[in-house]
């Protein structure tokens, strides 16, 4: 086999040549001698020890392993360097939405700048839409003084679900006593409501 692979060898370095012209080259030293250590390469003889593998020093085997163990652990580098960057590259948790912004997106066409002012005594603790077996607008509402409420009217504004304003409904509780909740459920025509707002509390 080193036979072959040296004529293969000269016949390429030696193409064109006459020869005459290929012994001269093949008296150069230093061809001879790159010539002679590629044959004691190619021709070296095998290991006689049948137990070559096992009687070689820890360094050698220490040497074998890091040739296998260089190349994976460079991969798994990379690999985790990549999680990383594409990790810090990823999209932050939006930022959860403040009471007012959500009431503008349930109703964006509902204009809630009134310019009145907070009545303080009454208080809407609840209020809401239900449309089973009719139309109610539900809510519970508290006296805050320390005086009964003779009458209590809150103004409610409704509206959609695409935030289309439906109309207002009035609610009127009597007799309410010194820090009671009252509960109310008032019937209202407007079947397609789902969003409901304050509009305005007057107490006497």
Not at 34 to 49: C, G
Not at 84 to 109: G, M, Q
Request: proline content about 6%.
């Amino acid at each position: 086999m080193a036979n072959r692979f040296r004529k293969f060898i000269e016949s390429i370095i030696f193409v064109g040549m006459t020869p005459g012209a290929q012994k001269t080259a093949d008296s150069s030293p230093r061809k001879l001698r790159l010539f002679a250590s590629l044959e004691r390469f190619l021709s070296a003889p095998s290991p006689s020890d049948p137990f070559y593998l096992t009687n070689r020093t820890f360094g050698q085997k220490l040497t074998r392993v890091l040739w296998f163990a260089l190349p994976v652990a460079a991969v798994v580098g990379l690999a985790m360097v990549a999680i990383v960057v594409h990790a810090s590259k990823s999209a932050k948790p939006a930022r959860e939405p403040a009471a007012a912004e959500k009431e503008a997106r349930i109703l964006p066409n509902l204009n809630t700048d009134f310019g009145v002012e907070s009545n303080k005594e009454l208080e809407v603790l609840d209020v809401h839409c239900e449309h089973t077996g009719g139309s109610l607008l539900v809510g519970d509402l508290q006296n805050k003084t320390d005086h009964p409420i003779l009458a209590g009217v809150v103004i409610f504004d409704l509206a959609d679900g695409s935030g289309s304003r439906l109309g207002a409904v009035a609610v009127t509780e009597r007799d309410i006593a010194p820090g009671a909740v009252r509960q109310f459920r008032q019937p209202i025509e407007q079947t397609t409501a789902t969003g409901v707002l304050v509009r305005d509390v007057q107490t006497r």
